[in-house]
C-alpha cells in the first residue's frame, strides 16, 4: 500500500486506531485523541493545541484541551495495546529499538527553557 496517497493514509491510520477507541469512556474522548495524534503526525512545526488543532481544520483549541486535562481514558491499557502492536508489527526477537526525537529547536529568547541549559 502507497501512504503517500491520501485515502490510504486515512484508511491505514484509522484501522490502526480501531482498537485503541474502547479504552476511552466517551466517543468526543476517541474523536480527539485520534484527531490529536493525527495531529502530532502533521508537518506543523509547534505542536500545541492551538496549531494541532488548526492543522485539524478546528478554529479554537476547544476541542483538543479536554483530552489533555480531563478526559477519562484508560492510559495503562492504552499502552499495554500499543506494546502489542508495536510488537506484532515489528517483532520482539531480540528486542524493539525506540526512537524517539521529541526534542525541538527554541525559538526566541523570551520563553522558559529557551536559554541553552
Not at 466517543?27 to 493545541?49: E, F, H, M, P, T
Not at 480531563?70 to 520482539?92: P, S
Amino acid at each position: 500500500m502507497e501512504l503517500t496517497d491520501g485515502n490510504a493514509w486515512q484508511s491505514a491510520f484509522e484501522g490502526f486506531f480501531a482498537p485503541f477507541g474502547k479504552f476511552f469512556k466517551r466517543w468526543q474522548s476517541r474523536d480527539s485523541a485520534q484527531r490529536y495524534i493525527r495531529g502530532l503526525l502533521s508537518d506543523v512545526l509547534r505542536k500545541n493545541c492551538w496549531q494541532l488543532a488548526e492543522v485539524m481544520g478546528d478554529a479554537h483549541p476547544d476541542s483538543m484541551e479536554p483530552l489533555l486535562y480531563g478526559a477519562v481514558w484508560e492510559a495503562d491499557a492504552v499502552c499495554q495495546q500499543l506494546r502489542g502492536e508495536v510488537k506484532e508489527r515489528m517483532g520482539d526477537a531480540p528486542g524493539i529499538g525506540v526512537i524517539d526525537e521529541s526534542g525541538f529547536v527554541k525559538k526566541g529568547d523570551c520563553s522558559a527553557g529557551v536559554k541553552r541549559q
